[in-house]
């Protein structure tokens, strides 16, 4: 991680963490909402995501290169390989509840990510076993999971279960001599993490199991149906521990509950629209955790075919969430202090409203008799924009946290190209 | 003392209430209807009829949903209804 000179402090992150921690976080749900190539689903994808929070001193920057390959071998055994990475930069602000512009901190890391996995295919189900690392300079992540997969009434319906558990360790500041909470120091850098014998930095643990069930029903020959639910224990550190919440006049690390218990509920519908060669889609979610968040997400999405290798997407989405329970706006931690004994200037916590609408087109080649180069079937290449809107729905926005990237029109655009090929 | 406000849209009923509608729906759309037959899953076999079609794209969506929100899970399963696997 290298650090701009704008302060003295020498390495310091704090969006950059949510960032690429988020990641981690999301490890365990991307291995259980992740596609699962069915048998026959040779191939091998690559893709480039760009996302750009832009602000005038505070704004983010990713780039998210992504590869995958997927084979079976035989009639019952398939293996899936996957790598991407993040390359994160930008500016964030040392402590929330102080002007973010004069307070913020550059700074840009890297993160990446391996996954193996496994498919074994019956006669009844589809086993799958797999594992992952990720590793970056303050965090390292480790997983596993286990999934089976069953058709039902004759293949009109699809019964899924998955489950992966997360071992991951966290760099954090060594607070061993703090005597109590309004003491702890934040992180200052990231050069002595997951080093033996420090005196400056400890290890923490995470511990994050995660169960998806989901329930997928053909029924009409036009209307198919998804319902399912997802629950997730987190067990451990989950605060930044780069992050400092200004409460009073001390500026102390954040901190947040050790336990998060998350359950989310969902029903997606997929219309054929015959007559056009097209199809809808919508998806409803709901979800509550034990930190009293609570959200409901809707996205719309219509597939096109413009011409018969081209396909064009359109979608809107929307989430709503209300805010976790210890939630403040900087302005009432730094005028009154917490309610209770955790902290936090995280602003996934806080009460908002998220937009997307993007465009997304495909094009697919498809071999006629004679395969590409002797062995491809298919050429694939996609393109896609989002473009991400963002509205605080607490009481002051103007004290939630990063609130310099809100201030423009666009919130924030994601971009993304993708090619690959099927053999 | 600062007390947050929260909305009333909420209640402490909603997860049982789609539990339940969930279980429901399932039942409804596998018991009750009529079984779809092998040879009319024509459109059901079209890529664009599956469900997370593109899981490049489905998880480095995730990744940046899950970084701008507080919610997680609950983005379904790839796959579809055409009976491949």
Request: hydrophobic share 40%.
């Amino acid at each position: 991680m290298q650090l701009d000179a704008r302060t003295t402090s020498p390495r310091r992150r704090g969006r950059a963490r949510s960032w690429l921690r988020s990641a981690a976080l999301l490890g365990p749900l991307a291995t259980l909402c992740g596609p699962t190539p069915a048998q026959g689903d040779d191939q091998v994808r690559a893709a480039v995501t760009y996302f750009a929070e832009p602000a005038p001193n505070t704004g983010l920057n990713v780039v998210h290169p992504q590869v995958n390959y997927s084979q079976d071998f035989g009639e019952h055994f398939g293996l899936g390989v996957g790598y991407d990475a993040d390359v994160v930069s930008g500016a964030t602000p040392q402590v929330f509840g102080v002007d973010a512009v004069t307070a913020a901190t550059k700074f840009d890391d890297v993160r990446h990510n391996g996954t193996l996995g496994l498919r074994f295919l019956t006669e009844f189900a589809t086993l799958r076993v797999g594992g992952g690392f990720a590793g970056e300079s303050d965090y390292r992540s480790g997983t596993v999971n286990a999934g089976i997969t069953t058709d039902l009434f004759n293949r009109n319906s699809q019964l899924a279960l998955d489950y992966t558990h997360n071992f991951d360790r966290v760099c954090d500041a060594n607070n061993a001599v703090a005597e109590e909470l309004l003491e702890l120091r934040a992180l200052d850098s990231s050069d002595r993490c997951f080093e033996k014998g420090s005196d400056l930095t400890a290890t923490r643990k995470l511990a994050i199991d995660s169960m998806q069930l989901t329930w997928t029903q053909v029924a009409t020959p036009w209307l198919l149906l998804q319902f399912g639910a997802t629950g997730q224990v987190l067990r451990g550190f989950q605060a930044n521990p780069y992050r400092q919440v200004l409460l009073g006049e001390r500026a102390v690390q954040e901190h947040m509950p050790e336990v998060r218990n998350r359950l989310a509920l969902f029903a997606r519908g997929k219309f054929a629209l015959k007559p056009i060669r097209g199809a809808i889609e919508l998806d409803v979610r709901g979800y509550l955790d034990s930190w009293s968040m609570r959200a409901l997400t809707t996205e719309l999405a219509w597939d096109q075919y413009i011409a018969r290798p081209i396909v064009l997407r359109v979608r809107a989405r929307w989430h709503l969430q209300d805010s976790a329970l210890f939630y403040r706006d900087g302005n009432d931690y730094a005028s009154s202090g917490p309610v209770g004994s955790f902290w936090t200037g995280d602003r996934e916590l806080s009460a908002l409203l998220n937009s997307t609408y993007g465009v997304k087109a495909s094009y697919i080649i498809r071999a006629r008799g004679k395969q590409f180069l002797r062995f491809i079937d298919a050429f694939v290449v996609s393109a896609k924009a989002d473009m991400l809107f963002y509205r605080s729905l607490t009481e002051n926005p103007e004290f939630s946290p990063n609130y310099d990237r809100t201030k423009g029109l666009l919130d924030a655009v994601v971009v993304q190209a993708q090619a690959g090929f099927d053999f | 003392m600062h007390s947050r406000s929260r909305s009333s849209r909420w209640t402490s009923r909603g997860p049982t209430l789609g539990l339940a509608a969930i279980a429901a729906a399932t039942l409804l759309s596998s018991g009750c209807a009529r079984a779809v037959l092998p040879s009319e899953k024509a459109y059901l076999a079209d890529p664009i009829m599956q469900f997370g079609a593109d899981g490049l794209e489905s998880s480095a969506d995730a990744h940046v949903m899950a970084n701008r929100e507080g919610a997680a899970g609950g983005t379904g399963t790839a796959g579809g209804g055409c009976g491949c696997n």
